[in-house]
């Protein structure tokens, strides 16, 4: 294949493209390559585009996608120092330049005029608010990807409209600022955190300083639609509130395994935009700054969050009221046109966000109940039985959390066993010979748990866990009402089929750290895709996944490092499972 650097044009690079039969992810992967490499001068732009993919017989939907992951990551290598480093911009007409230029000072020296590149440059010193002459502005637009007001406005800014910035690719009109900034985020945070099982969104709106104009919030998720208006009040410092609630979602969600599953920020970017709505897979939205937030959901199952946001856009007024003293200018500057009603802005909007518990549906929590080593006591009381089996039920989800689940386990208290409301009927293969300690059978999604496979646990974010494997790597398989729902193994997407890990013998998870020889009892599963021999273990989470040793050729291996699907880095440390059948036990 020639490589992609000896193209000489984008034409060139879309023929061979086309030549070759790979998935619409693939090619997304070569154009964002192929991107990389453009700079300032040989942009294209998307109507060009547009027609290099129609001339190669690509369809229309397939053309927008492949043009928004261009648009996307075009915004994302080009380099903004500039605007990065200012809160306002101002695009100045002709006629306003040259009305500036002609306004006298102070001075003793006759028909003195200001100095206004002076002016500029003490602006974006002190109020970082960027002048942009009518002859400056190509040069500033081919260095910058700027959204104006809507993604419908992409670098077609009004001449004296003073903006200001929402992100590095979003600036709207200073005196829309508070609307259009809230509704931004509200849009992002509805819609981003639905995927994640959200539930409600409380958000306070505190007027800090003047006024407040009608504002109109609206949410456009996948699982909800819904809007609502506050009316313009003149109150100083009168909070509002509103509060919007969003169904969970039917059925097991597996967006958390698939996000957690990207090794870059560029993948979790991509699988965020492939999931958000039409309207807001444009460049005007941008997730990174609330990266940090959804990991905190998808890994570590945040359950609430307060984000507080401070919305103050520029007071003109104050602005140019400081050039008439600083420059000592005999005529009112005017620096922008603006509403004769307008005011300076300075309010906190506070966004509660509020999730699903998603272990209801799944941890069978009612089928759960504790048990000790010695708690089969024959001779205790029908009463006492029925108090210790209320009690256990009581087990909080903290300490559900931390429990340990195995088919009869011992070593790591407490443990808990699994009882079905209905009696289970074992499949022919699930019975075990009398020399097998265990065995792996084929199961797929929707088929029953067996009743002998090993359960290693429970997250927040599965539920119980059982240990499965895909050609030779140990996985995690999570459930959906007791069915077999998807296999998760390191370095793999999702399956929804593979093996299950019975055993009807003891169970017993050790605690192994690198360095530490490996049990002659583990579990080996044999060489996985990287040829390292690979034995089955469980992360301090519960969550099952593979160990492999320091020398694949040694006769006595140590451990190296731990690997699962949930965590991108390897662990020193974690559980290694072991098997044993203790003589004279009867099954």
């Not at 819609?191 to 539930?199: C, Q, R, V, W």
């Not at 090794?263 to 970017?269: A, C, G, I, P, V």
């Not at 009892?521 to 519960?542: P, Y």
């Amino acid at each position: 294949m020639e490589e992609i650097s000896d193209f000489e044009d984008f034409n060139k690079f879309n023929n061979l493209l086309q030549q070759i039969n790979i998935p619409q992810e693939a090619k997304e992967k070569l154009i964002k390559k192929y991107k990389k490499m453009l700079d300032e001068k040989n942009r294209v732009k998307d109507t060009e585009l547009k027609q290099i993919f129609s001339s190669n017989e690509i369809n229309e939907d397939e053309t927008e996608n492949l043009v928004n992951v261009y648009n996307r990551y075009l915004n994302n290598n080009i380099k903004h120092n500039k605007v990065k480093k200012i809160d306002s911009l101002l695009f100045l007409s002709d006629m306003s330049s040259k009305r500036i230029s002609k306004i006298r000072v102070q001075s003793c020296i006759k028909n003195k005029t200001l100095n206004f590149e002076k002016c500029r440059k003490f602006l974006k010193e002190t109020e970082r608010l960027k002048i942009v002459l009518p002859e400056k502005y190509e040069n500033f637009k081919k260095k910058n990807n700027i959204y104006f007001d809507d993604e419908n406005h992409k670098d077609l800014p009004k001449r004296d409209v003073l903006y200001r910035r929402i992100n590095e690719n979003y600036f709207v009109n200073n005196d829309d600022y508070f609307e259009k900034c809230t509704d931004y985020y509200f849009m992002l945070y509805s819609n981003i955190f639905s995927l994640f099982d959200l539930k409600i969104i409380n958000l306070s709106l505190r007027s800090n300083l003047e006024k407040i104009d009608e504002t109109t919030l609206s949410a456009n998720a996948n699982v909800v639609s819904a809007s609502h208006t506050s009316n313009k009040t003149n109150k100083k410092s009168k909070e509002k509130k509103v509060t919007m609630k969003f169904q969970k979602q039917k059925g097991k969600n597996d967006k958390y395994n698939e996000f957690n599953m990207c090794y870059s920020q560029e993948d979790e970017l991509n699988f965020l935009n492939k999931e958000l709505p039409q309207n807001l897979n444009q460049a005007i939205y941008d997730p990174t700054p609330i990266l940090n937030l959804i990991k905190n959901r998808t890994k570590n199952m945040l359950s609430n969050f307060n984000q507080i946001i401070n919305i103050e856009n520029t007071d003109i007024e104050k602005v140019e009221s400081t050039l008439q003293t600083k420059f000592k200018l005999t005529d009112a500057i005017s620096l922008s046109r603006r509403r004769s009603t307008s005011s300076y802005i300075n309010k906190r909007v506070n966004y509660e966000l509020i999730f699903h518990n998603i272990i209801d549906d799944n941890s069978d929590e009612e089928d759960i109940h504790s048990v000790s080593e010695d708690e089969d006591d024959s001779e205790s009381s029908d009463e006492e039985s029925s108090n210790k089996h209320r009690k256990s039920k009581k087990v909080s989800r903290k300490r559900m959390d931390t429990i340990n689940y195995s088919c009869r386990s011992r070593g790591a208290p407490p443990s808990a066993t699994f009882k079905a409301s209905k009696p289970y009927e074992k499949k022919d293969d699930e019975y075990l010979k009398e020399d097998e300690l265990y065995k792996w059978i084929s199961r797929k999604r929707y088929d029953l748990i067996p009743e002998n496979a090993i359960c290693t646990g429970m997250n927040q974010t599965d539920g119980k866990m059982y240990i499965g494997k895909i050609n030779n790597i140990p996985a995690k398989v999570n459930l959906d009402k007791k069915k077999i729902w998807n296999y998760w193994a390191k370095d793999l997407s999702c399956n929804q089929c593979g093996e299950i890990l019975i055993t009807d013998h003891t169970v017993i998870w050790k605690s192994i750290q690198r360095g530490d020889t490996i049990p002659d009892n583990a579990i080996n599963v044999g060489r996985d895709n990287h040829g390292d021999l690979v034995w089955v273990g469980k992360s301090n989470n519960n969550e099952p996944g593979k160990i492999n040793c320091e020398d694949n050729d040694s006769e006595t291996p140590t451990m190296h490092n731990f690997w699962c699907q949930g965590e991108f880095m390897s662990s020193k440390s974690a559980f290694i499972l072991t098997i044993e059948k203790i003589e004279g036990e009867e099954y």
